[in-house]
């Protein structure tokens, strides 16, 4: 996963080198269009996907602003068995709060690098594809460099959705691929204990605005062109308009903050 679109050839590349050194490897593409420099983002993405990739499975994750900087670029074991291959900048955040992360490794040796090449700017070849290539050739990891205290890996400080006497008060972390759903920071089980039902109209304060939409199962409930409240694929609170893009309709992107009262 990365945010370096496919409009060149470094995705390509970055593949090549995971071929040469374990030639035949199996590369499933998460994506490549992550918003650009969005650590948030991509750690949405990562934990979201990670569950339905083997329990011995290798992620190489590259986004990353600080490429050539002093951040470090690491290999990180869950509790669950999965490694990450990854700059050490938050993107495991979410990984890491689910799954529990195991032992981590920062990658020094150069024999898991490229060769003495190594760019200032693209470590997704030089370093960070060959390292994964590695591992999943089920090389010893632990030899990649020394280790690294996992509670001192960089975190994200991501925003939570709360609840106080004034209600639900909420953010949108993202949009929904090209339909514009939004994306909110609001576990279903969070939601629930608002007090509303399917069939209920739920009033919302968003991005400044008041609002009613429908809390309803899925986009057919409503009528074309219709917005709805609904619970996610990743059961989390959402906002979307039938067949329509809600963020595009609304004027609203990520960050916008929404409140919602007790029913």
Request: net charge negative.
């Amino acid at each position: 996963m990365t945010d370096f679109d496919v409009k060149d050839d470094a995705v390509g590349i970055c593949k090549a080198v995971m071929d040469g050194v374990a030639p035949g490897v199996r590369i499933i593409d998460i994506t490549h269009q992550s918003e650009p420099y969005n650590i948030a983002a991509g750690a949405r993405f990562l934990a979201g996907s990670a569950p339905y990739f083997p329990k011995d499975g290798v992620f190489v994750v590259v986004i990353d602003p600080g490429v050539g900087s002093t951040r470090k670029a690491i290999i990180a074991k869950s509790k669950v068995g999965q490694f990450f291959v990854l700059p050490d900048n938050g993107l495991l955040t979410l990984v890491q709060d689910r799954d529990g992360i195991a032992e981590v490794h920062e990658i020094t040796n150069p024999a898991w690098m490229i060769g003495s090449g190594i760019s200032s700017t693209f470590h997704g070849r030089d370093i960070f594809s060959p390292a994964a290539a590695h591992v999943a050739r089920g090389d010893d990891w632990t030899q990649a460099g020394p280790l690294v205290d996992p509670a001192k890996l960089v975190r994200l400080d991501l925003k939570r959705a709360t609840i106080d006497a004034a209600g639900l008060h909420a953010d949108v972390i993202g949009t929904d691929g090209p339909y514009g759903n939004l994306v909110l920071n609001v576990p279903a089980e969070l939601f629930a204990q608002l007090g509303y039902k399917l069939g209920d109209v739920v009033p919302v304060t968003l991005d400044g605005k008041k609002y009613s939409f429908k809390f309803v199962k899925t986009f057919s409930d409503v009528a074309v062109g219709k917005e709805l409240f609904y619970i996610d694929s990743r059961g989390r609170l959402s906002l979307g308009i039938n067949q329509r893009n809600f963020s595009e309709t609304y004027k609203v992107e990520a960050d916008a903050v929404l409140t919602i009262p007790k029913k």
